[in-house]
C-alpha cells in the first residue's frame, strides 16, 4: 500500500483513539520520512474515505487495522527501549526496506529491529531490506543475526552498506552484495521485483502487461491491472478488484477471497462470465458491433463499465468519468 | 546462408493446415524458391495424399531418423514444380518415435540445401506439435472464422509467445466474405482484433479447393484459377513482400455489378 495512505490513516486513528494526536503525528512523520507529507488539517471526509478504502484492502488480507497502527508507532514503549529503538530506523525506499543501525550495544540494536519489526505487523512484509552499518565493525556471526531476524519477518537482507571494511568482508563471507558509499541506497532490483512475491498484500496492485490468452490465467491476492486484453478463454482471478486497461472478453474473478466491495472494471465490457466474491453473473446478450448494421442503424456506443455487487446481485454500469474510481450510483 | 524452416500449425484439427502447407509450398517453388515439405504428423500421415505424392513415397522420417536411409533419398521430388520435395511421415508408427532433438537435426539438414523448410503440424499441443515447432524459425497459424477454431488458435499462440518467443504469422482460411459482409459471421478484423497477430493470408471458402486437395492437385498449380491468388499472394508475404488483400468475389458479371454498387 501506498505510504502515504498508511499515513492518513495512522492520522485518524490517532483522532480517535486515546493517544495525543500531536506526538503520535510527530512520530509518524520521523518514522515514515520518505511518504509524500500530508498537508495539516485535511478535511475529515479524505480521511474517512482514505481510511475506509484501506479497511477495504485489509479485509482481504485479514490485517487488524486499528492494532497495527498502535503497535507500529509503539507508543507505549518505556523509556529504556525507546532510546534504542530510535537507534535503529526503518525506512521504506523505492524497491525495498532500508535498515540503519545507530549508536548502542549490539544485542539491544538486535533485540529492537526485532521488535521494531513485530510492531510493523508484516507492514514490511516480501521487502528486500538494505542494511546501513555505517562505521560499525560487525562480525559474519552478526550479520547472521540480523538476517535471521528479517527472514522471521519475511523479508530478505539484500546488500550491506558500510564503511567498515571489516563488515563488508563479513557480508561477502555470507554471500549478501556490498555497497561501500554511504549515499542514497540505488534499488538494486526495478521497483517491480517485490510484486512478483504473489501472495504478499504488500503491494495492492499487480499489473499485467500484455494480452491474456484463452487457458491463461492471472491469479493474484493483489488487486490486478491488466494492459491489454483479457481473451475469451482466459481468467483474471484476484483477491481486490480487477481492471482491465483493454477488452475484457474472459472471465474475471474480483474480491476472490471474499471482499464484496471489490469491482470489475474494463474499457470494453464483454466478459464470458463475472464473479465478484461469491456471487455469480454471466454476461448480457453480447452487443451487435458496427458491422452488419443497416445504415439506419446506428452502432452501439461503447463505453468502460464497472461491475460491483448491490443488494446482493452484480450490477454493471458506466464508468463515471466525473469522478474516476467510482460507479455512478455508489459512492463507497 | 541456411533457409527458413516454417512450422504450419494451429491447434484444433481439420481447419487446413495440410491444404495451406502445401498450397504455400507449391506457391512458394513456382515463385523459385528450392522447398522441401516434411510431414510431422507421425501415424496420420497425408501431406503425400494431398500433395498427389502417396505412390512415390519410398522412406520416409522415421525411416532417416533410424538411419536405414539417407535423408537425400527420402525425399520425393515434385515433378509438377522446379524444386518441391516432401519428406513423409510414417503412417505405422508413433509420435514418439521421433524425438525433438532429432526432427530440429533433420530441419536443420535440409535447410543447407532448401530454401524454405515448410513443417506440417499435427493438431493438439501434445509432443508431435512441441517438435514441430521446435526446429521452426517462423510459424504460421491457421484458422477458421469459427470459435472453436479462434479459441484454440489464441492459446496455441500463447504457448508460442510463452514456451518459444515466437511471433507467429496468422491464416484466415475458408473464409466466407459473404457471412462476413451481412454480419452474420465475424470478418478478418474481428478475427485480428481477438489474435492480435500479423495476418499473412486469408483463403476464401471456396469448393475448388476442396476439390483440387481431394484429387491431389494443390490449387496453387493452377494460376489461372482465382483463389490460389490468396496462396501465391501469401507466397510473396513470406517472401518478405507486401502485396494487398486479394478481392475474395468470384470474377463474374453478378459480381462485377455488386462491385460496382459496393457490397
Sequence with gaps: M?????????VQESRTGAVDPHSVKTRASEQLDNATVMEEGTEQ????????????????????????????????????EATSLTAVK????????????????????????DERLSAAEGFFRGGRAVLELGPREASEERLRQVRVILVRHDMTLGIVKSTARRTLQAALMLGLSTSS?????????????????????????????????????????????????????????????????GRLRGVAHAGAAGNKKAVVAAIE?????????????????????????KFWQKPPERRPEVAYIADGRIVVEPWDDSRPGRPKTVRR | MPGTVITVTSGKGGVGKTTTTTNVAVALAMAGKRVVVVDADIGLRNLDLVMGLESRVIYDLVDVV?????????????????????????????????????????CKALSQTADYVIIDSPAGIEHGFQSAIAPSDRVLIVTTA???????????IYLLERDWKHQPGLVVNRYNAQLSRD??????????????????????????????????????????HYVSQAYHNMAQRVMGNNVPLMDFREPGFFNALARLFGR
Design chain 2, 183 to 224: 454480419g452474420e459471421l465475424r470478418d478478418i478484423d474481428d478475427i485480428l482484433d481477438i489474435l492480435s497477430i500479423d495476418l499473412l493470408g486469408v483463403v476464401p471458402e471456396h469448393k475448388s479447393i476442396v476439390l483440387a486437395t481431394d484429387r491431389g492437385q494443390p490449387i496453387a498449380l493452377n494460376r489461372r
Design chain 1, 269 to 293: 465490457f464483454s466478459p464470458t462470465q463475472l464473479r465478484i466474491a461469491g456471487v455469480a453473473a454471466i454476461a448480457p446478450e453480447s452487443k451487435k458491433t458496427g458491422r452488419g448494421l
Design chain 1, 45 to 80: 471526509e479524505a480521511i474517512n474515505s482514505a481510511a475506509e478504502l484501506h479497511n477495504g484492502a485489509d479485509q482481504s488480507h485479514g490485517e487488524k487495522p486499528a492494532d497495527a497502527a498502535r503497535a507500529e508507532f509503539g507508543a507505549e514503549s518505556g523509556a529504556d
Design chain 1, 181 to 245: 558509499e554511504a549515499e542514497e541506497p540505488v534499488p538494486a532490483e526495478p521497483a517491480m521485483a517485490p510484486v512478483v512475491a504473489i501472495t504478499q498484500p504488500q503491494s495492492p496492485y499487480f499489473v499485467h502487461n500484455g494480452t491474456l490468452r484463452s487457458g491463461q490465467v492471472l491469479r493474484k491476492a493483489e488487486s490486478v491491472v491488466v494492459l491489454g486484453d483479457v481473451n475469451p478463454g482466459a481468467q483474471v482471478i484476484s483477491a481486490g478488484d480487477v481492471m482491465v486497461w
Design chain 2, 146 to 156: 469459427d470459435v472453436s477454431a479462434l479459441r484454440d488458435a489464441d492459446k496455441v
Design chain 1, 90 to 113: 526503518i525506512r521504506g525506499r523505492p524497491g525495498g526496506v532500508s535498515i540503519e543501525m545507530g549508536e548502542g550495544d549490539w544485542d539491544d540494536l538486535i533485540k529492537a529491529l
Design chain 1, 2 to 10: 501506498p505510504p502515504s495512505v498508511r499515513k492518513r490513516k495512522a
Design chain 2, 66 to 106: 533410424e538411419g536405414r536411409c539417407e535423408l537425400q533419398q527420402a525425399l520425393v521430388r515434385d515433378n509438377r514444380v522446379e524444386a518441391l520435395h516432401l519428406l513423409a511421415a510414417a503412417q505405422t508408427r508413433d509420435k514418439s518415435d521421433v524425438g525433438i532433438q532429432q526432427m530440429v537435426s533433420v
